[in-house]
């Protein structure tokens, strides 16, 4: 992954802003809401990256036309494993930031920002689960429906 991350790791690192404000006194609170979201957004991050790499490599499965990357590119399989643990670890993480966040006492926009981007990543998270039950719920109505017709059909005959 590190391929795929190096320039966008780059370029943050030359956007960032190197200035020093002077020194205060310590709040611990506050640089553990720092370092644990900054953490969980590279999770993120590399999250992203992950699917940018499992996107290319299923276009050229699905084309049938692999390239000289598709054989550097770990497998398919690794990638969704790699992508789901990731997300989890930066929704925990996330959330870690998002409680030591309430300790520091930030205003209520930031904390409304902050608790938006932990349910759309809670979602993102969900989605699979969500999707199996939904489609399980789809196919035990259609099972039923069938079946009642079925039965009516043999009590018309």
């Not at 391929?3 to 190197?18: E, I, M, Q, R, Y």
């Not at 084309?63 to 643990?85: C, E, G, S």
């Not at 920002?113 to 932990?118: A, D, E, K, S, T």
Request: charged residues 15%.
């Amino acid at each position: 992954m590190s391929a795929f991350g190096a320039p966008a790791l780059f370029a943050l690192l030359a956007l960032s802003d190197t200035v020093n404000p002077a020194r205060s006194q310590p709040k611990p609170w506050l640089e553990l809401h720092a370092a644990v979201s900054i953490i969980a957004y590279g999770a993120f991050a590399l999250a992203g990256v992950a699917g940018a790499m499992y996107l290319a490599q299923e276009r050229q499965l699905k084309t049938h036309q692999l390239r000289t990357i598709f054989f550097h590119l770990p497998p398919i399989a690794d990638l969704a494993v790699a992508i789901n643990r990731l997300l989890l670890a930066g929704f925990v993480l996330l959330t870690v930031g998002l409680l030591s966040g309430f300790m520091v006492g930030f205003d209520a926009r930031q904390v409304a920002w902050g608790c938006g981007v932990w349910v759309v990543y809670g979602v993102i998270l969900q989605a699979e689960k969500l999707k199996k039950m939904f489609l399980a719920m789809i196919v035990r109505n259609v099972s039923l429906d069938d079946f009642q017709k079925v039965c009516n059909d043999k009590h018309n005959v």
